[in-house]
């Protein structure tokens, strides 16, 4: 098989298949609130990413716990009052055939 056509072929990591072996690594978006939040920004740049035909994308990074935010901008995933916005995200994503993994921290504080 040529590398060309691997890389357009379907992936597999465990119970989760792929698309293609594309993959968006993680970066720092800038994209969430002061407070952490995700945003509806957040919905259409990953959405984005995923219509563009990605295979996985996975997530800036995304405190765990309080004293792991190392930044005002940096991700709340211990907050469950965000779990709405963090579906929204997977659901645009998901609506583009791509999947998403979430990248999770602790800023060592």
Same mark, same amino acid.
């Given at each position: 098989?040529?590398?060309?056509?691997?890389?357009?072929?379907?992936?597999?990591?465990?119970?989760?298949?792929?698309?293609?072996?594309?993959?968006?690594?993680?970066?720092?978006?800038?994209?969430?609130?002061?407070?952490?939040?995700?945003?509806? %920004?957040? #919905?259409?740049?990953? /959405? =984005?990413?995923?219509? +563009?035909?990605?295979?996985?994308?996975?997530?800036?990074?995304?405190?765990?716990?309080?004293?792991?935010?190392?930044?005002?901008?940096?991700?709340?995933?211990?907050?469950?009052?965000?779990?709405?916005?963090?579906?929204?995200?997977? %659901?645009? #994503?998901?609506?583009? /055939? =791509?999947?998403?993994? +979430?990248?999770?921290?602790?800023?060592?504080?």
């Amino acid at each position: 098989m040529a590398a060309s056509t691997l890389l357009w072929s379907p992936f597999r990591i465990r119970e989760v298949e792929l698309r293609n072996r594309f993959v968006m690594l993680a970066h720092f978006t800038s994209l969430e609130t002061w407070g952490g939040e995700p945003t509806e %920004d957040h #919905v259409a740049y990953y /959405g =984005a990413r995923a219509r +563009g035909g990605v295979g996985l994308i996975v997530t800036g990074s995304q405190a765990v716990h309080p004293t792991g935010q190392m930044t005002p901008r940096y991700g709340r995933a211990w907050d469950p009052a965000l779990i709405p916005a963090f579906g929204r995200i997977a %659901d645009e #994503v998901h609506r583009h /055939g =791509a999947k998403i993994f +979430g990248q999770l921290s602790h800023g060592g504080h």
